[in-house]
Structure formats: structure tokens, C-alpha cells
């Protein structure tokens, strides 16, 4: 199967730390690839030049046959790549329903209609009641999204991302900060999607990384050190010295 | 509009009917000095209506605002010294003016953020004023007077005071309702989320720096239209009306009267120019009261009058 | 060729007074992250203090020293009792809350003062000129007021690079949090910096007093020329502010001197008659322009001092 998302000799440096180091790796397309390391690794540096969000000191980037190296944030996610946010950025202030509409206006035509009711314009609002749905939070939609609950916030990070209909989506710690019972439920969520999308998965939750992953690349200080199948990567001897040793060793 | 019925729609209401009936009571015997102050109060008002749409709706704090003031005003009165005292071609004039120093200003502005954006549009602003300052001809420091105010076809007479007030609330009316349906909409949408989340909304796909160039453009030309308006209410210019202490009554206005709502920044101005009247009717000092009093707004009252008035419970609806 | 000298050390010594403002300005952002337009009160308070302690006292040296340490007391309380509560708020909100405060004192000094304005004459021993060129001779006051400020210009910077003091001025800039968790008394610190801006803008409000004004308002019309400093300058670095003041000094001054035959060189008399006062003022608001266009964060940002 090609490669839906493919990177080059991808490097940056800020000042003196090298945080991504002469990458080389691919995303073959409708599988889901997760990305693991040690904290300082540069997993969310490589999610922010993929999106857009920085762009590389050298290096080529990859999707569905084009270079996008210096395609524009807003302009990747018309293009069919989409991202999850690590950090919760979503529009507080706003309805729940307003968030994911607003992706769905993205995607939409432009914006500079003046006059129309945006929040009655059924081309926008229904497609977001879809994607609500799809993770579980249509009966949500018309709180403010700063109500929501942590958990709930990672699930309409998610509509957000799927809003748009991705061709591949990249999540940025989509478990960060998740009791088990609201992993469990976001595991069910991404092994549903994956059917249907190419999935790019940063995660530090193991359990979530092995259920899910088609393939898994090891990043250490920027560098991909091991790339395979999961049970290649878990009896890998590097793999376990650089990263999971540590891992089993803190959870004792 | 859900939960029709609140105190605050009720005080809304009652102040729309109180401007609309304010001439019929100034022509029963009422003093005619309120119509002169209640004039200026409508003009304002839609300025700050035009800068609550960048700064409540949009986040972009403009403290440069009163230039499209002078702009507006200083086209009328120009084009008056020159001797053009027709409307038609006057208040054009105004409108393309401001849409375009809107467009240079923003431009440039826009490439900023937070506190780099506030001193950039205060800077500008005060750049128009220097500017308008040394040109000798329309009256440098001392101001320009306007001899006939900007002529129409009869039967609109702009020297006709409660004429010209009917004109200034029609133009407020119109203001808010436009400023309202442009929130609303699509572009509305856009120009609110990157006030919420700008990263957030260029990683969905909105390249935001037009979207809010164009809402600054409306913006300064809406005002532009006020400043003509105020020239006509003064037959006056002075450099004076774009020094940005008068950007930072505008801001005043749109914070005291409740940002981001719809009818918010006409409170705000009806407020603050009533108080002020108030105010130096007691003391000739009454700045020293009003500043203060700003600051008690800004640490306690953040969400204005709109804020007091409606429930403190979060309402995520219309207007 | 005489003029030219004048002209450029008149841009020297504007270019140093407006640095003082904008160093205190910066500091204050830079490690407070506070937007302070009072600051010109500041200013303007430095101004009429002096005037009227040399005023009451005779004697120069001690009238301004006075005023000096007046102004650091006002700025303290002010920060006390207003500033403490604007900490950490959107800056909307400093904005406001200090645009009250400038309200509040242009009244308060009206109010003491009345109206007129004071003035502030300089003792004869500073009211000479010097000989600093074959044939060129100059204001002593205006020298003394360069000498001052870069004396004071090196003082911030050994403050701000060799001291105890400084090091948590410049740990405070990059981290808040890291520096109360150690310990240091944040608020003391705070109540400091912000006294030692308050009395760079009393000291800069003073010191033109003698050749410029003393009125109600002088604040505000120089804040604009500060911010725009710290803007070119960067937010929160005082190098910055000290090349960018001196720059701003330089082509105001000489902008305003030389400009004007420029022009009349191009355009009709009248023209230039017309247009020469209102480009001059433009001049400094087109580099800020220029530097915004080039590299909008300044040009020398926060991390650098």
C-alpha cells in the first residue's frame, strides 16, 4: 500500500536543542501508526510541522503525492489532513455545536457571507450534529464548550478533527489526562475510525498504542530508532532499553 | 431570542422609546439643550457600535478608533472649505476614506497581537492627528468650521435639528441591525472564533488575517460615516477628535455598556455621556470621579452594564 | 555644518529622555506584564514636583532630588493600591484601568495646580553654554542631561546584569511562577520595579522641564513615542528601547530640522509649506511601520536584554 504521508530527511533545531533529527518515516494509507517516546523525544514538534504549526529547517513533507513543506496551516486541513490538539484548544466560549459547526465551515467555501444566520444554515449545522454523534456527545451540543468535562473535551477535539472529513488524521495525545473508563471509551471511538481513515497516533498511554496500532515508530531525541509491527517494536532490544525499560521500571 | 422577557430586554426597549419619543418631548416644552446632547449621544453610539464589531466580537483591541472619526469628519469639512457641500459626494468620500486607511492601517496592524496591536493602532492614530494638525490650510490645531452642512434633496434638511436627529437614529438603528446580522453569519462565525481560539481556527482551516482585515475595514468605514455625521452635529473639525483619548472613550463606552452584545455599546454611550453631564454639573473636577470610577468598572463590573443587567448565568444564544 | 552638530546632539538628548520613559515602560511590561498608560503621569508628576520643590527649597539640585524620590513614592502607592489588582488580567483591562488613572491625575493636578502650567527655571550656573567644537557651542544643561542619561543607561544595566536584584528582574521576565516559588517576595520585588520605572519617567519629566513644559497633558502626547519605542525596541528589552529611542530621537530631531528644506527642494514653496510639518510627524510612525512589516515582534524581543 502507498504511502498516504511521507517525510524526508525532516530536521529542526530551536537554538541549541535538535528536535527533530534528519526524520525519515511514512504513513501507509487506512492504517494506524502510532508515534511513542520518551518526553523530550519531539513527537509534538513533529505533529506541529506536520499540521503546519512550525516549519522545518530542512526537509520534505509528503501527502497523497504532493509536497506540502510550505503549504500554510489553514491550507493542510482543506488539503485533507486534519489535527487533534495535545493541549486542549478548543473555542470556549462557545457552544459545543458552534465549535464543531466551525469546522465544518472551514471546509465550506469561504466565509465572506454577511448576511445569512450561520447557526440555521443546515449545510453547516447538520454535519456537525453527525460528527457530535459519532463521539458520543450529541446530547452536549448546546453548552458552552467551557462546561464540558475534560474527557468531553478530548471527544470534541476529535469531532473537530473529523468535521472537516479527513483523509487522515493526526492526534496529538488524544488520551492525555483520561480516567481508564473514558480511555477505554476513546479506544472503541479510534478503533471505529479506523476503519474508515488514516489515523497518526502521538501517545503515551501503552495499552491504548498496542490495541490500536498497525505499525508503531520509535522516536528518541528526534530520530526514528525503530519502526515496525507491535510485536516487533515490543521485543525490539533498543526499544526496550531507550524507552519501555524505563516505562515497566516506573510502573513497577 | 430565548427568554423573551428579562429585565434587561425590558430596559432596552424602554430606552429605544425614550430616544424615539425624546424630540416629541423636547417640542412639548423639554429643554432643547437635550436634543443637542442626545444627538451627539446617538452618533457615538454608533461609532462605538462599529468598534464594539472588532473589539466585543472580534477581540481586536483597537485604540485607534476615533481616527475614522476625523477622517469621516474632516472629509465633510474639507470638502466644504473647498466649497462641495453636497452630501452625495461628501459622505462617499468619507466612507472610501476611512475604508481606506482602514485597509493601510490594518494591514499593517493585523501582523501584531495583544498589547502590540493596541499600541500600533494608538500609534497610527495619533500619526492622523499630527497629520491633520499641520495641514495649515483646513485649520491646522485650530480646527476648520463648516458653514452649511452636507446638502441632500429637499425635503432632508440636515440644519433642521429634529431632522437631522431622526437621521443620526436611523443611521444608529440601521448600524446595529447590520453590526448584528454580520455577527451572525458565516463571516460572524469566523471573525468569533478567531477571537476565541486564533491558532485553533487556522488549524481548521480559516486563514484568518483576511477575515478580520475585512471586519476592520467595515468597522473604521462605519465610523467614517459617524465622523461625518459628527461634523454635520458640530459644523465643526478639529484635530481633536481623532487624539486618542477619544479612541479611549469609545473603548469606555463598548466596555461599560457590555461588550459583544448587540445593544451594549449604545448603553455604554448613553452612560458615559450622561454621567459626564451629570458629573461636571456637580463638580468642574469630574474626571476625577470618572476615573476612578472606570477603574471599578474594569476590576468589579467587567461585563458592563449588559453583564449587571442580564443573568450572571452563561447564556450561549443569540444577540 | 554648525547646525547639523546642534541638531543631531538635540536628537542625542531627546533620543536619551525618551529612553528613560520607555525603559521604565519596558521593565514594567517585561516582567509584569503590565500595560501601564499612566506612565506618562508619571512623567508629567516628575515635571510639576520639581517645579515646585526648586520652587520652595531655591535650590535646584535639592528641589529635583526631592521631586525624584516624590515621584518613587507616588509610583509605589500607586502600585499598592491600584496596580496589584491588574496582575495577570487580559490586558483590556490594564488598558482601562490605567487610562483611568490618567484621567484621574490630569484632574488631581489641575486641581492642585489649576490650569496654567508652571514653569521651571534653570539655575545660572547650568544656564551656559559650552564649548564642545572648535566654533560649536552648546546648551551645558542639554550636555548634562546626555551625561545624566547615559549614566543612568549604564546603571540598568549593570542593575539589570550584575546584580542580585537584576538576576531575579531577569528570571522574573522569562518566569513568574518559578521566581515566587522561590521564594523571593514577588510583591516587594514588583512594588520596586515598578518604583524604579516611575522614577526613570519622574527623572525624564524633569529633566525637559527647564527647556520644554510643564503642563497638565505632557504625558500623554510623549506615551505615544514611548510605546512606539518599546514596539521598534522589542517588549521587555531594554537594549532594545535604548537603540530604538536614540534612533527615534535622532530622525524626530532631524527629521523635523532638515525635512522641510528637503522637500522645497522637490515640491513648490507652498507645497512644502503645506506638507512639511505633517510628514515630519509621520516620519517616526513610517519606521515603526517599516519595522513592523520586517520583524513584528521588534528588534530585540523579550529573551534577549
Redesign the interface.
Known amino acids: 500500500m502507498a504511502d498516504l504521508l511521507r517525510v524526508d530527511s525532516l530536521a529542526k533545531r530551536f537554538g541549541g536543542i535538535v528536535a527533530t533529527d534528519d526524520l525519515d518515516f511514512g504513513v501507509a494509507e487506512g492504517e494506524l501508526h502510532a508515534v511513542i517516546g520518551p518526553n523530550g523525544a519531539g513527537k509534538t514538534t513533529l505533529i506541529a510541522q506536520l499540521s503546519g504549526q512550525l516549519s522545518p529547517d530542512s526537509g520534505r513533507i509528503h501527502f497523497a503525492g504532493n509536497d506540502i513543506t510550505a503549504v500554510p496551516m489553514y491550507a493542510r486541513s482543506a488539503l485533507g489532513l486534519a489535527r487533534s490538539f495535545q493541549i486542549t484548544s478548543l473555542f470556549l466560549d462557545l457552544s459545543v455545536l458552534d465549535n464543531v459547526a466551525l469546522a465544518v465551515q472551514a471546509h465550506a467555501g469561504h466565509s465572506f457571507r454577511f448576511w445569512r444566520d450561520a447557526r440555521r444554515e443546515a449545510e453547516l449545522r447538520d454535519p456537525a450534529r453527525a460528527a457530535l454523534t459519532r463521539v458520543g456527545l450529541s446530547g452536549r451540543a448546546d453548552l458552552p464548550a467551557s462546561a464540558l468535562s475534560h474527557g468531553e473535551h478530548r471527544q470534541l477535539e476529535l469531532a473537530m478533527a473529523l468535521a472537516s472529513s479527513p483523509r487522515m488524521l493526526l492526534l496529538d495525545e488524544p488520551m492525555a489526562g483520561l480516567g481508564p473508563e473514558e480511555s477505554a471509551r476513546m479506544v472503541t471511538m479510534l478503533r471505529a475510525l479506523k476503519k474508515e481513515l488514516t489515523i497518526l497516533l502521538v501517545e503515551h498511554d501503552m495499552e491504548a498504542v498496542f490495541a490500536l496500532a498497525d505499525r508503531i515508530t520509535v522516536l528518541v531525541y528526534g530520530r526514528v530508532i525503530a519502526t515496525g509491527k507491535p510485536e516487533d517494536i515490543r521485543s525490539n532490544a533498543q526499544v526496550r532499553d531507550a524507552y519501555l525499560g524505563e516505562q515497566e521500571a516506573a510502573n513497577g | 431570542m430565548n427568554g423573551w422577557f428579562s429585565v434587561r430586554n425590558a430596559a432596552i426597549v424602554a430606552l429605544l422609546l425614550a430616544l424615539v419619543l425624546l424630540p416629541v418631548y423636547v417640542e412639548m416644552g423639554g429643554s432643547r439643550f437635550l436634543l443637542t446632547l442626545f444627538t451627539r449621544i446617538l452618533i457615538l453610539a454608533m461609532a462605538a457600535v462599529s468598534l464594539n464589531l472588532i473589539l466585543g466580537y472580534g477581540g481586536m483591541?483597537s485604540?485607534g478608533h476615533a481616527a475614522y472619526l476625523g477622517i469621516g469628519g474632516y472629509a465633510v469639512g474639507m470638502l466644504a472649505h473647498e466649497g462641495i457641500f453636497s452630501g452625495f459626494i461628501q459622505w462617499p468620500v468619507a466612507l472610501l476614506a476611512s475604508a481606506l486607511f482602514a485597509l493601510v492601517i490594518g494591514a499593517?496592524?493585523l501582523?501584531?497581537r495583544?498589547?502590540?496591536f493596541?499600541?500600533?493602532t494608538?500609534?497610527?492614530a495619533?500619526?492622523a492627528y499630527?497629520?491633520?494638525?499641520?495641514?495649515?490650510?483646513y485649520g491646522g490645531d485650530d480646527g476648520l468650521t463648516i458653514y452649511k452642512r452636507s446638502q441632500f434633496v429637499a425635503p432632508l434638511d440636515l440644519s433642521n435639528k429634529i431632522q437631522f436627529y431622526y437621521i443620526c437614529l436611523a443611521l444608529l438603528f440601521a448600524s446595529i441591525y447590520l453590526v448584528w446580522r454580520i455577527v451572525n453569519s458565516r463571516f460572524g462565525m469566523a471573525i468569533q472564533g478567531a477571537r476565541s481560539n486564533d491558532t485553533r481556527m487556522r488549524a481548521i482551516g480559516f486563514p484568518t488575517y483576511r477575515y478580520k482585515l475585512v471586519c476592520f475595514i467595515i468597522a473604521g468605514t462605519m465610523c467614517g460615516l459617524a465622523g461625518a455625521l459628527l461634523a454635520n452635529h458640530t459644523d465643526f473639525v478639529s484635530p481633536a477628535m481623532m487624539y486618542?483619548?477619544r479612541s479611549?472613550d469609545l473603548?469606555?463606552m463598548v466596555?461599560l455598556g457590555g461588550m459583544g452584545s448587540a445593544f451594549g455599546p449604545l448603553v455604554g454611550a448613553v452612560a458615559l455621556l450622561v454621567l459626564e453631564e451629570v458629573l461636571s454639573g456637580i463638580t468642574e473636577?469630574?474626571?476625577?470621579i470618572?476615573?476612578?470610577?472606570?477603574?471599578l468598572?474594569?476590576?468589579f463590573a467587567?461585563g458592563g452594564i449588559d453583564g449587571l443587567l442580564g443573568k450572571v448565568r452563561h447564556r450561549v444564544s443569540h444577540g | 555644518m554648525t547646525l547639523f552638530i546642534e541638531q543631531c546632539l538635540n536628537g542625542l538628548q531627546f533620543g536619551l529622555l525618551l529612553f528613560l520613559l520607555a525603559a521604565g515602560l519596558t521593565l514594567v511590561?517585561g516582567i509584569m506584564d503590565l500595560?501601564n498608560l499612566a506612565h506618562g503621569s508619571l512623567y508629567m508628576i516628575g515635571a510639576y514636583f520639581a517645579a515646585t520643590f526648586v520652587a520652595w527649597t531655591g535650590n535646584f539640585i535639592f528641589g529635583v532630588v526631592l521631586a525624584l524620590g516624590a515621584t518613587l513614592l507616588v509610583g509605589m502607592v500607586v502600585e499598592v493600591v491600584?496596580m496589584r489588582?491588574?496582575y495577570g488580567r487580559d490586558?483590556?483591562?490594564h488598558?482601562?484601568?490605567t487610562?483611568?488613572?490618567?484621567?484621574?491625575?490630569?484632574?488631581?493636578v489641575?486641581?492642585v495646580w489649576g490650569p496654567e502650567g508652571l514653569t521651571l527655571p534653570l539655575p545660572s550656573w547650568l544656564n551656559t553654554s559650552m564649548q564642545i567644537l572648535p566654533g560649536v557651542d552648546y546648551s551645558a544643561y542639554k550636555l548634562s542631561i546626555i551625561v545624566v542619561t547615559l549614566a543612568v543607561a549604564i546603571f540598568l544595566y549593570v542593575l539589570v546584569m550584575r546584580t542580585r536584584i537584576g538576576m531575579l528582574i531577569r528570571a522574573g521576565a522569562s518566569n513568574r511562577e518559578m521566581v515566587g516559588a522561590l521564594g523571593v517576595n514577588i510583591k516587594l520585588l514588583y512594588t520596586l520595579v515598578f518604583g524604579l520605572g516611575a522614577a526613570l519617567a519622574g527623572l525624564a519629566g524633569l529633566m525637559q522641564a527647564p527647556i520644554l513644559t510643564v503642563q497638565i497633558g505632557m504625558g500623554?502626547n510623549i506615551l505615544?513615542l514611548a510605546?512606539?519605542i518599546?514596539?521598534i525596541g522589542g517588549?521587555g528589552s531594554i537594549r532594545g528601547a535604548l537603540v530604538a529611542a536614540i534612533f527615534v530621537g535622532f530622525i524626530d530631531t532631524l527629521g523635523r530640522a532638515f525635512f522641510p528644506d528637503l522637500l522645497r527642494m522637490v515640491l513648490s514653496k507652498e507645497a512644502a509649506?503645506?506638507?512639511?510639518?505633517?510628514?515630519?510627524?509621520?516620519l517616526i510612525?513610517l519606521l515603526?511601520?517599516v519595522v513592523?512589516?520586517v520583524k513584528?515582534?521588534g528588534l530585540f524581543s523579550a529573551s534577549g536584554k
Open positions: 483591541m485604540f499593517l496592524s501582523r501584531t495583544g498589547v502590540y493596541i499600541m500600533i494608538l500609534a497610527f495619533q500619526m499630527y497629520v491633520v494638525a499641520g495641514l495649515a490650510r486618542w483619548t479611549g473603548i469606555i466596555v473636577y469630574w474626571q476625577i470618572l476615573g476612578p470610577l472606570l477603574l468598572v474594569v476590576l467587567r | 511590561f500595560v491600584v489588582r491588574l490586558h483590556l483591562d488598558v482601562l484601568g487610562f483611568g488613572l490618567i484621567l484621574f491625575f490630569d484632574e488631581l489641575r486641581l500623554e505615544i510605546f512606539v518599546t514596539v517588549i509649506a503645506t506638507a512639511a510639518p505633517a510628514l515630519s510627524s509621520m510612525y515603526m511601520a513592523l512589516v513584528p515582534e
